[in-house]
């Protein structure tokens, strides 16, 4: 009886040989394929997104239409992700401080940006020197929520009832009549230039520290004109204390459908000027996140009473998506650097 016993031992122990140098094997071929995998395989490690709560930095001062539409955002997203999601109004040299946050952020979809054009499509044109970020390398388009159309406003008392009364005025006594901007170098300032150019009328500029500081100015008979966003002053347009001579939209607003386009009167025909308002990642943010933020974004603006809200508010809705935006960021920057250089625009 102990040999059979002894043979079934030496034969276990020639399997259990054979199977650890199987495992080994398998093992060892395990570790070398796993480096092949990249991405993927870090990304199996990663828990998934997203686990703590996501922070969207709005690069302007809270209260302006830009953050309240960033809250609106943020909300949809947060009901969306099951998950919190925070605005951080990080304000400062037109927008780029709180872009450049975002540019240097990590890119695992926890920093996100809400911006405008100033800080990605101005700032690097007409301020190089202090633009630590590139809009098309560090960034990735998510989704645009929409336009935000210009209107050039007058005080009361400024004699012309019109845009056409308004350019001879100018044209009769020039460089007596003065506009307001949020600033030297903003994309209000370059459209005001713009203007002047297709215009042929000279009018001196008077940067403010801010668009609603330019605005009081204009209501309280202290500055001619102004040429400031359509939503910060639709509410005092409507009330009669500025009057709108025209938008900068390729069609009239439909909150103040008597006020024409600038592209109605001769001379600016086909000329539409106006920023995009929209979210932005990281480059590199992974896929995965990139397609759950558009997801969202799409949602957002299938809810008919959100585009009514935004329509109420001087903004245009308008979607676009990925390489969509990214193509309207590229043409955006050509027709900009095209206007910066025929201006010869330099900070004051």
Partial sequence: MPQPVLSNRRDVARRLLSAAVSVTAWAAALGAALPALGPFNAALAQPAWPAKPVTIVVPFAAGGSIDV???QVATR???????TVVVENLAGAFGTIGTQKVARATADGYTLLFAVSSPLNVAPLVNPGAVRYDTFKDFTPVATIGMLPFAIVGRLGLGAATMSALIQAAKAQPGKLNYGTDGTGSL??????YLKQRAGIDMVHVPYKSAPQALT??????????????????????????????????ARAATLPLVPTLAEFPGFTGIALESWMGLLAPAGTPRPVLDVLTASMQGLMADKARLANLE?????????????????????????ADVVGRMGLKPE
């Fill in 77 to 83: 997203l947060a009901a969306d992700l099951g998950q």
């Fill in 217 to 250: 100015d204009v209501a309280g008979g202290q500055l001619d004109l102004a040429i400031l966003p359509l939503a910060l002053v639709q509410p005092l347009v409507q009330e009669g204390r500025v009057r709108a001579y025209a938008v900068t939209s390729p």
């Fill in 188 to 193: 209000l300032h370059i459209t005001g230039e």
């Fill in 312 to 336: 109420e508010r001087g903004i245009k809705p308008r979607l676009l998506t990925g390489d969509a935006f990214a193509e309207l960021l590229r043409s955006e920057r050509r027709l900009i």
């Fill in 69 to 71: 539409v960033a809250r």
